[in-house]
């Protein structure tokens, strides 16, 4: 019977937890509180980012944010029914109505129709 070297499996069976994350929070009553969001969809998902400089770029430099392992960020989103965690989004957000004197929109082809699983903020 032959064996299998697991180092080199190109997908390996197991998932592997990401590194350390950095979690979006909002103050709560108890103290801080992690943020969740929705999926484009509309499946509530918990975030976390890799790095501050993507979190920042999503969020804007005044979102407070704490370290978790992807482990720990599952196990608070678990009760909630979260199951989706969702690492370095991008933000997704409804456009703004234009200004009273913008000229009508231009009717969008097939292309633009397209859903990209981005970020909500809900």
Known sequence: ???TD???DPEPCE???A???LVPVRPGPAGRTAR???TAPGERTAVAFTTAE???ATLGAD???IRLCEPALRALARPLGIRLVTIDP???APAAAPPADAAPPVAAGPAAAVSRPHLLIG
Request: net charge positive; glycine share 4%; charged share 20%.
């Open 1 to 3: 019977m032959a064996t």
């Open 36 to 38: 969740f969001f929705r």
């Open 19 to 21: 590194g350390p994350l």
């Open 54 to 56: 993507r979190l920042t």
């Open 63 to 65: 979102q407070p944010w």
């Open 6 to 8: 697991r180092c080199e």
């Open 15 to 17: 998932r592997v937890p």
């Open 90 to 92: 991008q933000l997704c």
